[in-house]
C-alpha cells in the first residue's frame, strides 16, 4: 500500500516549493497545468515528459500512478501538484455543464466525488509500499470556521471527505517573523482554523519548515520507532 500525504493551503504559501528538496532522479512530478516549478534551476532536473508531466484529466490520475507503481520501481516520490484545478476542469467541462435537469444537476456531483475517489483511494492497496504520492490541493473555510480540503461544492463532500482517508495532512502556512521577514512552514497538527493531522509524537513542535524530504524521513524514522508509551490522560473538563 502506497504512502499518501495532503498538502493542503492557499497558493504562495510554500507548497509546491517544498519539493525542491526531493531527489529528482527518484521523482516524478504531475502538474494540473504548466506553471514553472518555483525554484532556480529547476530545468537541468526536470523534463518534460520524463519525469515533469501534465494533464487536465482527472482521470489520468489513477492510470499514471499505476503505472509509476508496477513499472517505475526507482521513482519513490510521486507529486499530484494543484489536485484542486483536476476537479475543476470536470466541473467545467461541456458535458457537466449540460446536466442542469432534475435529478441529473444532483446526481453529477456524487459522480465527481466517485472520481475523485477512484483516482487517489481505489487501488492504493495495490501501489508499491515505497511509493510516496504527495498530493497538494487548495483550501476552503467550512460552516465551523476551519480551513479544509478544497473541493468543487458541498453536493461533493456529503459523498466524500478525501482527507478523512489519509494520515498525514499537513497545511502550508506563512509565518512573520520579529524581523520582518516571512518563514515558510507546514502546520504538523490540528488548531482552530486549520484541519492538519499527523499520528502522535511524530513531530514536537506544531509549525516545522517545508522540506517534504525532511517530512518522509521523519515518517519513515516513526514508523520503525519502538511503540511510544501509554500516558495517562488527566480528565477533560467540558465546563
Same mark, same amino acid.
Given at each position: 500500500m502506497a504512502r499518501i500525504i495532503f498538502l493542503l493551503g492557499d497558493e504562495g504559501t510554500g507548497k509546491t516549493s517544498s519539493f525542491n528538496s526531493l531527489p529528482p532522479?527518484?521523482?516524478?512530478?504531475?502538474? $494540473?497545468?504548466?506553471?514553472?516549478?518555483?525554484?532556480?534551476?529547476?530545468?537541468?532536473? +526536470?523534463?518534460?515528459? $520524463?519525469?515533469l508531466m501534465s494533464t487536465k484529466d482527472l482521470g489520468s490520475i489513477e492510470p499514471t500512478?499505476?503505472?509509476?507503481?508496477?513499472?517505475?520501481? /526507482?521513482?519513490?516520490?510521486l507529486v499530484i501538484d494543484d489536485y484542486f484545478h483536476l476537479t475543476s476542469a470536470v466541473v467545467f467541462s461541456p458535458e457537466f455543464l449540460a446536466k442542469t435537469d432534475g435529478g441529473e444537476?444532483?446526481?453529477? +456531483?456524487?459522480?465527481?466525488? $466517485?472520481?475523485? +475517489? /477512484?483516482?487517489?483511494?481505489?487501488?492504493e492497496f495495490d501501489w508499491r509500499e515505497d511509493l510516496n504520492i504527495i498530493v497538494t490541493? /487548495?483550501?476552503?473555510?467550512?460552516d465551523s470556521g476551519?480551513?479544509?480540503?478544497?473541493?468543487?461544492?458541498?453536493?461533493?463532500?456529503?459523498?466524500?471527505?478525501?482527507a478523512s482517508l489519509?494520515?498525514?495532512?499537513? /497545511?502550508?502556512?506563512?509565518?512573520?517573523?520579529?524581523?520582518?521577514?516571512y518563514r515558510y512552514a507546514f502546520q504538523t497538527n490540528r488548531t482552530s482554523s486549520k484541519m492538519a493531522k499527523t499520528p502522535r509524537g511524530m513531530f514536537d513542535q506544531l509549525y516545522i519548515p517545508n522540506d517534504m524530504l525532511a517530512v518522509i524521513n521523519r515518517i519513515d524514522e516513526y514508523d520503525l520507532a519502538d511503540a511510544l508509551p501509554v500516558v495517562a490522560q488527566a480528565p477533560i473538563s467540558t465546563q
Amino acid at each position: 500500500m502506497a504512502r499518501i500525504i495532503f498538502l493542503l493551503g492557499d497558493e504562495g504559501t510554500g507548497k509546491t516549493s517544498s519539493f525542491n528538496s526531493l531527489p529528482p532522479q527518484e521523482t516524478v512530478i504531475l502538474r $494540473a497545468n504548466r506553471k514553472p516549478l518555483p525554484w532556480q534551476g529547476f530545468k537541468r532536473d +526536470y523534463q518534460d515528459g $520524463a519525469n515533469l508531466m501534465s494533464t487536465k484529466d482527472l482521470g489520468s490520475i489513477e492510470p499514471t500512478i499505476s503505472h509509476v507503481s508496477e513499472s517505475m520501481p /526507482h521513482i519513490k516520490y510521486l507529486v499530484i501538484d494543484d489536485y484542486f484545478h483536476l476537479t475543476s476542469a470536470v466541473v467545467f467541462s461541456p458535458e457537466f455543464l449540460a446536466k442542469t435537469d432534475g435529478g441529473e444537476a444532483f446526481q453529477r +456531483y456524487t459522480e465527481l466525488a $466517485a472520481q475523485i +475517489y /477512484h483516482s487517489l483511494f481505489q487501488k492504493e492497496f495495490d501501489w508499491r509500499e515505497d511509493l510516496n504520492i504527495i498530493v497538494t490541493n /487548495h483550501t476552503q473555510t467550512n460552516d465551523s470556521g476551519q480551513e479544509v480540503f478544497k473541493t468543487p461544492g458541498n453536493l461533493v463532500e456529503k459523498d466524500i471527505k478525501p482527507a478523512s482517508l489519509v494520515t498525514y495532512v499537513l /497545511h502550508s502556512c506563512v509565518i512573520p517573523q520579529q524581523d520582518g521577514t516571512y518563514r515558510y512552514a507546514f502546520q504538523t497538527n490540528r488548531t482552530s482554523s486549520k484541519m492538519a493531522k499527523t499520528p502522535r509524537g511524530m513531530f514536537d513542535q506544531l509549525y516545522i519548515p517545508n522540506d517534504m524530504l525532511a517530512v518522509i524521513n521523519r515518517i519513515d524514522e516513526y514508523d520503525l520507532a519502538d511503540a511510544l508509551p501509554v500516558v495517562a490522560q488527566a480528565p477533560i473538563s467540558t465546563q
